[in-house]
């Protein structure tokens, strides 16, 4: 059995992966800090596929505790690197927190693998590399933008740095993922996003709002150059991007990359405005969403949605999970957690 290291696996993309890696009939290790995520993620893993992954605490920004994982995991044979702080808003606040543990756990997973001899990596790099693009949607060549905020940075100077290693590190192949948004939790409600005080994205924001958490969501605007103002996004089920890593992960392993360092576009394809995701979360949960619209966030874009056709003939991958399936099961997973915290 292939034993694929997921740093960062008990994150909410993360742990998904585990479960569709283990399912996939790979074994798994984990390396997490718990610093945005909790172990007890790994029980809702292993009641999904009744095996309980390997687990270390460790911090993939110190050197000398990877390089240690390492020297003890000499048979892995890919890695997943999902480990990073990942709030767009703290991380303007906190730059140098960002930087430090995004590009150094990058950096020394890296270096590791290459002093240990493990040659593929995949990389969770984000859509926000693009910025506002002038022309939609986006495909892989479409130039990528200054980024708006530190966290936005570390994920262009990451996919940087795979690129200048794979240009001398002939034998390592590098494979970054550009996510759109990840939304949703497993069908299974075991597991899911566990987001930390007031949530920053949509979703978490809507499903705590219904829950009676959170007393009215706000819609960032509607005066954007969209049909019915609001602003669109292309929203990608958890479930769907975590199946994208098993698709990399085996092509890395079956050495069928066509370069090696490449990267791909994972979304669905369709742009997805904040009213149409409300409405469309009112029908697939029969739950009346309380919204209000506000002004404009500070730092949003108007429109992205991504040209898949690469992940589709490159990678055969595709998102295949319909929007109201996914809507329905981050509500089930809001649900799960109401009933575990009373
Ligand atoms: P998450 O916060 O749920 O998971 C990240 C995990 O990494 C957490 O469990 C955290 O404890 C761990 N971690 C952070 N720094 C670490 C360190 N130095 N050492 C060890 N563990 C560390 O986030 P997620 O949504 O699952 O995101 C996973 C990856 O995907 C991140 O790299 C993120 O930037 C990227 N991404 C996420 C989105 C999104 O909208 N969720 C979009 C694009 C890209
Ligand atoms: N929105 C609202 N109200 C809210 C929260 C969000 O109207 O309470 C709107 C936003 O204005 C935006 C859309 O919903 O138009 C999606 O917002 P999110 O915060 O959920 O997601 P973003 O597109 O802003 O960014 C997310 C991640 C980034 C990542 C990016 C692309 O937060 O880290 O997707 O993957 F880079």
């Not at 930087?99 to 001899?117: D, P």
């Not at 103002?229 to 890593?245: F, K």
Request: hydrophobic letters at 40%; a neutral charge; glycine letters at 8%.
């Amino acid at each position: 059995m292939k034993k694929i290291f997921v740093t960062g696996g008990t994150g909410y993309i993360g742990s998904h992966t585990v479960v569709e890696l283990q399912q996939s009939g790979f074994e798994v290790i984990i390396a997490d800090n718990l610093c945005n995520s909790n172990i007890g993620v790994l029980d809702g893993i292993e009641q999904i596929t009744g095996i309980r992954p390997a687990f270390e605490q460790i911090d993939l920004a110190d050197e000398k505790q990877t390089r240690d994982f390492f020297s003890r995991h000499r048979d892995v044979e890919a890695v997943i690197h999902f480990a990073a702080l990942k709030a767009v808003g703290e991380s303007v606040q906190k730059p140098l927190e960002y930087y430090r543990n995004n590009l150094n756990s990058l950096m020394n997973v890296i270096g590791c693998m290459r002093e240990y001899g493990i040659r593929n990596l995949v990389f969770s790099s984000s859509c926000t590399v693009y910025g506002q693009a002038d022309v939609l949607p986006v495909t892989e060549t479409t130039p990528r933008k200054q980024a708006e905020s530190p966290y936005g940075n570390t994920k262009a100077m990451c996919e940087d740095i795979m690129r200048d290693v794979a240009k001398v590190e002939k034998g390592m192949n590098l494979l970054a993922l550009r996510y759109f948004n990840p939304i949703g939790a497993h069908p299974s409600a075991c597991i899911g996003e566990l987001p930390n005080g007031v949530p920053n994205n949509l979703i978490p924001y809507l499903t705590q709002t219904v829950a009676g958490i959170r007393e009215q969501l706000s819609v960032f605007g509607d005066d954007y150059n969209t049909p019915d103002g609001s602003a669109i996004r292309d929203y990608i089920d958890v479930v769907d991007l975590a199946r994208a890593h098993v698709v990399a992960i085996r092509r890395l392993l079956e050495g069928k990359n066509k370069a090696n360092y490449e990267y791909f576009n994972i979304g669905t394809g369709r742009g997805v405005s904040v009213l149409e995701l409300i409405q469309a979360f009112e029908r697939a949960t029969g739950e009346k969403v309380n919204y209000r619209i506000t002004g404009r966030r500070a730092g949003d874009i108007e429109k992205v949605w991504a040209d898949t056709t690469l992940a589709n003939t490159e990678l055969g991958w595709k998102a295949v999970v319909p929007l109201e399936e996914t809507l329905a099961n981050a509500w089930r997973w809001q649900q799960h957690l109401g009933k575990m915290k009373k």
